[in-house]
């Protein structure tokens, strides 16, 4: 099983449509946990860091949910520029400060 | 503006040579990190280094070295002894944000080698 897993997608919705991406992670002792937006050929920009009270950036709401191993995000309202691949990513336990990324989940936001 | 920086965007190699990327930052970030992503794939950790003169080896450091004698950079050698090399490789660098460590990007090199 991997560490994090998304799902790939990709997601197809329409302009204005709500849209909730999950990421499972197989370590209980994770610590910090993240989002990052990926655009085509482009390096991953941090989107926010998941608080265990939950965050919410605008039309973007991020959850994490420690019982069940996993952090959502949900996009309201959704444009056409959020059309982009979307990066979990999760701090392994130990102190160390390296991230392991899942493998994306790419959404498609359509007019 | 501060930013990470890596050169070159684009880099093709022959088969057999070393190849060196180069990554700066100036955010004055403690932790800088190398990772490479292949088509379809996500993000591997191949070296990270927390302070100057001291780096650890991550998922993947076959074939890759690094250096880290200044603050500011933490280049990257893909040696003739990686097997797949051809990849896009992004730099990164941290500092620590309350119990986190929140990771900045560099816009990435692509090396292709035939």
């Known amino acids: 099983r991997k560490e994090v897993e998304q799902d790939p997608g990709p997601f197809n919705v329409p302009e204005g449509a709500t849209v909730a991406f999950n990421c499972t992670y197989s370590n209980s002792a994770s610590q910090s946990f993240f989002w990052y937006r990926q655009d085509c050929r482009k390096e991953p920009k941090l989107l926010m860091s998941v608080y265990s009270s939950g965050n919410e950036d605008g039309r973007f709401t991020a959850q994490l949910n420690r019982a069940s191993q996993y952090i959502s995000l949900l996009i309201r309202d959704s444009k056409l520029s959020d059309s982009a691949t979307y990066l979990c990513?999760?701090?392994?336990?130990?102190?160390?400060?390296?991230?392991?990324f899942g493998a994306g989940t790419r959404l498609a936001v359509h007019p | 503006d501060g930013g990470i920086t890596q050169s070159p965007k684009y880099l093709f190699r022959k088969e057999g040579q070393n190849v060196t990327l180069s990554c700066e930052q100036n955010?004055?970030?403690?932790?800088m990190y190398w990772y490479r992503q292949d088509p379809g794939q996500g993000l591997r950790l191949i070296y990270y280094?927390?302070?100057?003169?001291?780096?650890q080896k991550g998922d993947i450091a076959e074939g890759y070295s690094v250096s880290r004698e200044k603050k500011e950079s933490f280049p990257l050698t893909v040696t003739s002894a990686q097997k797949n090399p051809t990849a896009f490789y992004l730099c990164?660098?941290?500092?620590?944000?309350?119990?986190?460590?929140?990771?900045?990007f560099g816009p990435g090199t692509r090396l292709t080698v035939t």
């Open positions: 990164a660098s941290s500092q620590r944000q309350g119990s986190s460590y929140e990771q900045y």
């Open positions: 955010l004055n970030h403690d932790a």
């Open positions: 280094s927390q302070i100057v003169n001291d780096f």
């Open positions: 990513a999760v701090t392994p336990s130990g102190g160390y400060n390296k991230l392991i």
